[in-house]
RNA sequence: CGGGGAGUAGCUCAGCCCGGUAGAGCACUACGUUCGGGACGUAGGGGUCGCAGGUUCAAAUCCUGUCUCCCCGACCA
């Protein structure tokens, strides 16, 4: 491709609203444009880098047996309201209505439009299993958008679906969809880290997130370097302590705190430290009131707290609700007191210890000397607390690093919960008809391509792995007056092409300096500069984007040996 | 949804308080000089100042409404 012809539209200077990176960069360099909020053009060099992961994609899913396809993205509510996701998914399904007032969503995900297509077509075991995919776009009115294609309202997904007649099937194609996505994140150059997580909107059994590690990515991941145990933040586990109260002996007492909420403000006040304090939180779980106690300084993971009190999801109680329960104002609630329709949990942080410091359910006042068994009595003790990096590991107990990922992918075992609902059944070998176990498996493509970038990226512009580069090596003759170097340009930009490189020619009369700060600024890996300086000598200049300015001299053909030889080290699987 | 900020040339922004001929840098066009890490000069092209009302002799500027975008938050007591 020659620049000229290839509507690259870089930018000198960065986007005003460009928060990360992957999004600055993107827009610089030419990838991207915005439309509206969380919605983006993908210019030609983009595409051309998600059509390489999507390639990618494709090869490893091939492997595993996979079949794509291509569901519509209209999607009638009625099948939605078959499973209850109509309601359940809320807002962020994006919604319209056709002239005669019928309701579709903008597809978000496709568990039930798959599975409407398999109950009506598949029958019998025999023709089981079956693994579905698709790569498509899909919407999701996110609360706030941000990050660039991080996290849009319209993105490019992989998402897969598997159909089994039993366990040992379902848990045979999740090991290889574990293992082609673990070949697709290595291929397309990114350190990541496969992690047990909880399951949110789509639900189901056991299910593991890809993240890869970025600084601004927007999960939390722990993982232990001695026994490989790693989890995200909605799933990693507390070491469970033996959960005995303490006792300090001390007498429960109420003390003035007037205007004193927070348990930092309280701590300041009392002197005490803030892992001597119960926070007391209301949430609303199915209906119920729950107060989860948690010590001071830790922080509740509600994924984890939905989970142990078994409800999918939970709520925190409304400031005016709160008020009604406890009989004072927000910020001064306590374990002690509480109406006894209140479920009361507690957290393993607050196992073993006495003499605590809570809220005593009266406004301006808390409570010191509490002491759980004594003083209250919980329902259950509980694991709802987020880890922190230096947390115990679960399994060994070595300290967990905490670091922040970007998932790109996630896979789940759904078991029958949409085949059920929704009726899709075939007949097994004895005549029964069953459930069809599943699986679903997405991966984004569009994030993929963002998080890639925020890990290759320096102060001048992209670095992009060789597999998913817009082009492998891009040809810079540095003065287009000098025929010479015009020449001995176009002709290494022939042979690279004819010695299967993709190759792309900077042929802009710009300056050298604007052509060798647009190279850094886009990324290709290998980039071969002709100048008149080394022309006197025979030579070419051969350098990396990684090393930037440490150039090799070659001649012309060596010199797209060279590359040819690092790019095809470099290209991976295929 | 709540709070804050911003909409002026393709991009980054000034001008608005204090109403009076619409600006700068980058980008673009032409010519000249330059030419190995984002050159310089000269001359140009390009804007219904987000939109709709209102006040005024006169509105980018003041007032009202509205739309859009960005940031923060959405209850961790």
Not at 277 to 287: E, M, N, P, S
Not at 409 to 416: A, N
């Amino acid at each position: 491709m020659r620049w000229t012809r290839a509507f690259i539209p870089t930018l000198k200077e960065d986007p005003a609203d460009a928060e990360v990176a992957s999004h600055r960069l993107m827009v610089r360099a030419g990838m991207l444009r915005p439309l509206a909020r969380g919605v983006y053009t993908y210019l030609p060099l983009c595409r051309r880098v998600i059509l390489k992961v999507e390639a990618i994609v494709r090869e490893e899913l091939a492997r595993i047996g996979a079949i794509e396809l291509l569901l519509p993205i209209l999607l009638p509510a009625e099948l939605w309201r078959e499973t209850g996701r109509w309601d359940l998914y809320g807002p962020l399904m994006m919604r319209l209505e056709d002239r005669h007032g019928r309701e579709y969503a903008l597809g978000p995900t496709h568990e039930e439009i798959v599975t409407d297509l398999v109950r009506s077509e598949v029958r019998s075991y025999r023709q089981l299993p079956l693994s579905l995919y698709q790569i498509q776009t899909k919407f999701r009115d996110e609360i706030r958008p941000r990050f660039g294609v991080m996290r849009g309202r319209e993105f490019t997904m992989k998402d897969a679906y598997s159909f089994h007649a039993d366990e040992a099937s379902v848990d045979a194609t999740y090991r290889d969809f574990h293992d082609a996505y673990g070949r697709v994140f290595e291929r397309c150059g990114l350190a990541f880290r496969d992690v047990e997580a909880s399951s949110g909107e789509i639900g189901g059994e056991e299910n593991h997130e890809f993240m890869v590690l970025a600084e601004t990515g927007e999960s939390l991941v722990f993982s232990c370097g001695s026994c490989g145990y790693a989890a995200s933040s909605g799933r990693a586990e507390a070491v469970p302590s033996q959960h005995e109260a303490g006792n300090s002996a001390q007498p429960l007492a109420e003390v003035e705190t007037p205007g004193r909420t927070t348990v930092e403000e309280v701590s300041e006040l009392l002197g005490r430290a803030p892992a001597e304090f119960v926070k007391t939180l209301l949430f609303q779980a199915a209906g119920e009131t729950v107060a989860v106690l948690v010590r001071g300084d830790r922080e509740v993971e509600e994924e984890k707290l939905g989970r142990a009190l078994g409800v999918d999801r939970v709520e925190m109680t409304g400031p005016a609700r709160v008020c009604e329960i406890t009989g004072a104002e927000v910020g001064f609630a306590g374990p002690h007191g509480l109406p006894p329709e209140v479920r009361v949990v507690a957290d393993y942080s607050l196992a073993g210890r006495g003499n605590l410091v809570a809220g005593a359910n009266r406004t301006g006042f808390h409570v010191t000397g509490l002491e759980i068994g004594r003083d209250v009595e919980p329902d259950a003790w509980i694991d709802a607390v987020r880890l922190v990096g230096g947390d115990p590991c679960p399994r060994c107990g070595a300290p967990l690093d905490g670091t922040r990922g970007i998932e790109v992918g996630h896979i789940f075992k759904l078991g029958t919960k949409y085949s059920e609902v929704m009726g899709a059944t075939f007949l097994d070998e004895e005549g029964r008809q069953r459930p069809f176990l599943m699986g679903c498996y997405g991966l984004g493509i569009t994030r993929t391509v963002a998080a890639a970038i925020e890990q290759n990226h320096d102060e001048h512009g992209i670095v992009w792995p060789v597999a998913i580069a817009p082009w492998e090596v891009e040809v810079i003759p540095l003065n287009m007056d000098s025929p010479e170097v015009v020449e001995v340009a176009e002709r290494i930009y022939d042979d690279c092409r004819a010695e299967g490189l993709e190759a792309l020619l900077d042929d802009r009369a710009d300056r050298a300096g604007s052509k060798f700060a647009d190279a850094d600024l886009i990324g290709v890996p290998w980039r071969i500069v002709v100048g008149d300086r080394g022309l006197k000598d025979g030579v070419v200049e051969v350098t990396s984007r990684r090393a930037r300015k440490d150039a090799a001299r070659f001649s012309p053909q060596e010199a797209i040996a060279h590359v040819r030889a690092r790019v095809l080290e470099a290209r991976g699987g295929g």
